[in-house]
């Protein structure tokens, strides 16, 4: 390999980080097609528990009452403040462009509503 010219080398090592990346992107989107599986499952649980709890059809049309009590789940059982990272994280929706909108409208709204605060920091606490 020494005696390769630089050319060749970057070549080759271009061509192995090249495999390697589509590897990962293959193996990537396997995980997305897993994942989106499973929220259906999850979403079919929740429709399912919906219709036996007797809990249908009784929000307020435009509001999303779920991601709101969800981050204040995670905030009430992280009493020093979470980021809107470390947030999106825990509910695991890091990447997912529609869900990290969601979770920042419900952090603006539960703002707007005096049931949470932001510091300096950047974390998010209970008020």
Partial sequence: MADEPFDI??????????????????????????????????????????????RVGKRTPGTRPGKRNNVLQLLESNPHGMTRGEI???????????????????LKQLKKLGRIKSGDDGKYTIT
């Fill in 88 to 106: 999106l994280g825990a509910m695991n929706i890091k990447g997912s462009k529609s869900g990290e909108q969601s979770v920042s409208n419900a």
């Fill in 9 to 54: 080398v970057i070549a080759k090592e271009r061509a192995r980080l090249d495999e390697r990346r589509e590897g990962i992107t293959l193996q990537q989107k396997q995980l997305d097609e897993q994942l989106a599986a499973v929220e259906r499952e999850i979403e079919a649980i929740n429709a399912y528990e919906s219709v036996k709890t007797g």
